[in-house]
């Protein structure tokens, strides 16, 4: 309800209001875990597979970093240390994919905007990401799996998969092919979460055997004394005041 008055109060209309703990949502996670856990690699292998996994996680940007990404032993966004995980978890095979989401990048199938992100991506695409996690074992909220109910879903696959939960991919095939097979998809949000939106969600998407976004715009940071505006680090203006 604060965000809905915020809306209103900014003369902002939406046409639905979407949350993430809904049913709905939560059957469109399960639709894209299952897809993704029955598909296969270009090279034939498992998209999903199990293993262990040890790293220093951010809980203030909900994913792992490497010692180099750390500033004084400290998340640089955050100001936080991050927390040294290990645990048990369900792993997608994004390295599989990498070739096929550079050429689509190059080509411009799938365009990045600015040109700086762009060969950001390619940059990253280089440096051997590695695969990532689908699910954690030791969080105590979010979707389970469909397959492992002892799992909770990543918090990134959760969210990404917002975008198409939202207009009917488990539900209501007519709009999710008005709204995404047919239509031009263009998604808007900030540079940090670069790596998530440009490699991650069009990896997921392609072994689910769904259409990628057309493009990807990254803009940069509203700015506070230097650091960018954020909750976590109490830089923030309430909308309602705005």
């Known amino acids: 309800e604060y965000f809905k008055t915020a809306w209103k109060n900014l003369s902002i209309e939406y046409d639905g209001f979407i949350r993430t703990t809904s049913e709905r949502h939560k059957k469109a996670v399960w639709k894209i875990l299952n897809a993704m856990r029955s598909a296969k690699t270009p090279d034939g292998q498992d998209v999903v597979y199990t293993g262990f996994y040890e790293g220093l996680y951010c809980t203030g940007c909900e994913k792992f970093l490497t010692e180099k990404d750390l500033v004084n032993g400290l998340c640089p966004d955050h100001n936080r240390k991050p927390e040294l995980v290990k645990e048990k978890n369900y792993f997608f095979r994004l390295s599989s994919f990498l070739p096929a989401i550079k050429k689509k990048i190059e080509s411009k199938e799938l365009l990045i905007l600015p040109e700086e992100r762009r060969r950001e991506v390619l940059g990253l695409i280089e440096q051997d990401i590695g695969d990532f996690s689908l699910s954690r074992e030791k969080v105590k909220w979010g979707i389970p799996l469909s397959f492992d109910k002892t799992q909770l879903a990543y918090v990134w696959v959760d969210a990404l998969t917002n975008y198409i939960s939202a207009i009917g991919y488990a539900d209501?095939?007519?709009?999710?092919?008005?709204?995404?097979?047919?239509?031009?998809?263009?998604?808007?949000?900030?540079?940090?979460?670069?790596?998530?939106?440009?490699?991650?969600?069009?990896?997921?998407?392609?072994?689910?055997?769904?259409?990628?976004p057309d493009k990807i715009f990254l803009h940069g940071f509203f700015t506070v004394d230097g650091e960018k505006m954020s909750k976590s680090l109490g830089k923030k203006i309430d909308p309602n005041d705005l």
């Open 172 to 212: 209501d095939d007519k709009a999710f092919s008005k709204w995404w097979k047919n239509g031009e998809v263009v998604h808007l949000m900030a540079k940090e979460i670069l790596k998530f939106h440009c490699l991650y969600w069009p990896a997921m998407l392609m072994a689910a055997g769904v259409k990628i």
